[in-house]
């Protein structure tokens, strides 16, 4: 039986990779994008994910066709320079909607249909920013909000022990993606993670042998 998934995110530089990834392994893949831009194999949504009855709706349309659906993979989120003086309530707030928000409305409005079917898995994306106090020197808000993402992790995996239902957080470094070399051009490039190693070792959490893991923090870190 084909294996179905949402992808949040799936238009951007990490986005499109992991949807190739999965369209390849033959999963049926959900994506959304707020340009809801066609992506072959995956059938792709615009929705506004910082809007709660927006992916309250989302999720009921999908779960409504496809009961089989028992993975999400979060990848939306955003990025915003800012050390503890430079960051005020708004900076904070933004990138606690774009970071947190995105992904705990996708997780509160699929949880009651994994426990329904006895079982399912989120893949959410970190930040070293999140796991170190040095890296979040200079991107206070950004390194906050993944904070909270781990955390939600960590409650998932509580509340799911007994029922089925998992969360792996996926830490990258920096991610060789053309706004990135752009805005370190004299950076060493080889020593970023690329957007396709990452989609692998997502996939990999969906594999038989990483169906064993739990409480997995994936630090893909290559040399950054």
Do not use: C
Request: avoid cysteine; glycine fraction near 8%; proline fraction near 3%.
């Amino acid at each position: 039986m084909q294996k179905s998934i949402l992808i949040t995110g799936a238009s951007g530089n990490l986005g499109h990779a992991v949807v190739q990834k999965f369209v390849q392994a033959d999963f049926k893949v959900y994506g959304t994008d707020r340009s809801g831009a066609s992506m072959e194999g995956a059938e792709i949504a615009s929705v506004d994910l910082t809007n709660e009855a927006a992916v309250n709706a989302y999720i009921e349309q999908i779960i409504s066709k496809d009961q089989q659906l028992n993975a999400a993979v979060l990848l939306v989120g955003g990025y915003a320079s800012g050390n503890l003086l430079a960051t005020d309530g708004a900076a904070l707030q933004k990138m606690y909607k774009l970071n947190f928000e995105t992904a705990y409305f996708v997780v509160h409005a699929l949880l009651p249909h994994f426990e329904a079917n006895g079982g399912g898995h989120f893949v959410l994306i970190g930040s070293r920013a999140a796991l170190e106090p040095n890296a979040a020197l200079y991107n206070v808000a950004y390194g906050l909000s993944k904070s909270m993402v781990v955390a939600l992790g960590n409650i998932i995996n509580a509340y799911g022990k007994d029922k089925g239902i998992r969360a792996s957080v996926v830490v990258p470094s920096i991610i060789d993606t053309p706004p990135n070399r752009a805005n370190m051009p004299d950076a060493d490039y080889s020593k970023w993670t690329t957007a396709e190693a990452i989609a692998d070792n997502i996939h990999f959490l969906f594999t038989d042998a990483g169906q064993h893991l739990r409480e997995t923090v994936l630090k893909i870190y290559n040399e950054a």
